[in-house]
């Protein structure tokens, strides 16, 4: 075997290296998130103080939320969905003023499409995790209400902050609190969307005042979810 075979066959015992890396990065997150979300799930269930139908409702939604790592499969095999952007996106050397001019009406289009709904889910995603906005939301782990998802950025999935192979208390005293905390996020979120649906559907009766006081997610309700 000559050098460059050797290089080769070097470079991909390292690829398979990587992607299983990767796999059982990936593989732990999802470990992490199902575990904290049904034990948020358990003591939803366990609150006597909480009327059945509402956490009934907030189980059932919390049992079909759904996790992203990074950005989706479909959008990384299809190679027309960058080079689309980067068509409409021309970068002018000589004005610099011009550049961000031209980088903001791109950004307006995509948020006309975003309140216009005309966004697939694939656009939503990337828009979330790479928003020109980051400045005022910085989180790598956010949740999406009209896709019941919790997206999370692989940015946040590196050394030294996560690794598989990291001791369990600190995977779960880092990435397992970003993780919670979403999920009380996501908790809050349905539990708002419960009152809507009721008002929306004119259900919403007088003696129900108190049940929806007491049910709402918040202040002592969420220290003991907590």
């Not at 959008?75 to 961000?100: A, G, P």
């Not at 979330?128 to 692989?154: P, Q």
């Not at 559907?201 to 979810?225: P, V």
Request: proline share 1%; glycine share 4%.
């Amino acid at each position: 075997m000559n050098k460059r075979d050797e290089f080769e066959e070097e470079l991909y015992y390292e690829g398979i290296v990587e992607r299983d890396q990767l796999n059982y990065n990936d593989e732990f997150v999802k470990i992490l998130f199902f575990h904290i979300r049904d034990s948020f799930r358990f003591a939803i269930y366990e609150a006597s103080w909480i009327d059945s139908k509402f956490s009934d409702y907030v189980n059932h939604r919390l049992s079909s939320i759904r996790l992203q790592i990074g950005i989706p499969q479909k959008i990384l095999r299809d190679h027309q969905y960058v080079q689309q952007y980067y068509r409409e996106f021309i970068i002018n050397d000589i004005n610099f003023m011009k550049n961000i001019e031209q980088h903001w009406s791109i950004e307006k289009k995509i948020l006309a499409n975003l309140l216009k709904g005309n966004t697939s889910e694939e656009d939503r995603i990337v828009y979330e995790m790479f928003s020109s906005t980051r400045a005022g939301d910085s989180r790598r782990v956010k949740y999406l209400k009209d896709l019941n998802m919790v997206i999370v950025d692989r940015e946040i999935l590196r050394e030294p902050y996560y690794h598989y192979k990291y001791p369990l208390a600190v995977n779960f005293g880092r990435l397992g609190v970003d993780l919670a905390g979403i999920l009380l996020e996501a908790a809050f979120e349905i539990g708002e969307s419960y009152k809507e649906m009721l008002f929306q559907e004119n259900q919403f009766l007088a003696e129900e005042k108190d049940i929806l006081h007491k049910n709402t997610l918040e202040g002592d309700a969420l220290k003991c979810i907590n």
